[in-house]
């Protein structure tokens, strides 16, 4: 049966028009991207192929274009639209920060870093700098490492802080490996870094942790 065949309010596009983006599976929202499936499915019943056997949802987006196009069901025209709107929400996000916006919360400033750092293969420390108000005023990848770590100079990013004139820090790394938990490394690196930003009266706001799933967050377990 093709979808347009289905009841109303079982479509996609139709479930996203009444209820909310947020209310499609994985596979729905893939679907819509492509519009049709394969030879006898529908484009649902293809997502769900591509994700059984390509997924989860973040290990398929994480393929370049090239690699996308060569995954039965997509194509060159499909992977591009993937990827052009992976880059939107980016920019989206990206734009909100330009513009100022106040971060009051580990959520908000988690879903920025899961979105700039989250699939990266090696681990990633970056710094969001904020003003007395908690408005972005820059954010910067700091320090790369290996698979398995980073090191990182709480100096380098007091410095950086100074430079933008910043009065408080977020961090943030990721774990390649998807494990978010911080390790007893990440928290003794959260206290060197909270005493070096203390010194030029520079507040530690946070220390996110990004792998698979919500980011974990220092300040909320206590530990900032």
């Known amino acids: 049966m093709h979808i347009r065949d289905w009841p109303a309010h079982e479509r996609p596009r139709e479930k996203l028009h009444a209820r909310g983006a947020g209310t499609l599976s994985d596979a729905e929202l893939l679907a819509i991207f492509l519009g049709s499936g394969l030879r006898g499915c529908d484009a649902v019943t293809t997502a769900r192929e591509l994700l059984l056997r390509h997924g989860p949802l973040r290990a398929l987006l994480e393929r370049t274009p090239a690699q996308l196009s060569r995954l039965p069901g997509l194509g060159p025209a499909r992977a591009c639209l993937l990827a052009a709107a992976l880059e939107l929400g980016q920019r989206h996000l990206a734009a909100q920060l330009e513009r100022g916006a106040v971060l009051t919360d580990p ?117 900032v």
């Open 107 to 223: 959520q908000s400033a988690g879903r920025y870093f899961a979105l700039r750092l989250r699939g990266r293969p090696q681990e990633v420390f970056a710094a969001l700098f904020l003003d007395s108000r908690h408005c972005a005023l820059a954010f910067e990848e700091l320090f790369l490492g290996t698979i398995d770590g980073a090191e990182v100079h709480p100096r380098e990013v007091a410095r950086r802080a100074l430079a933008h004139n910043a009065a408080a820090v977020i961090v943030g790394h990721n774990h390649p490996s998807g494990n978010p938990e911080p390790s007893a490394a990440d928290r003794a690196v959260t206290a060197r870094l909270k005493q070096a930003l203390a010194l030029i009266d520079v507040r530690l706001l946070d220390h996110l942790v990004i792998g698979d799933g919500t980011p974990a967050s220092m300040a909320a377990r206590g530990w």
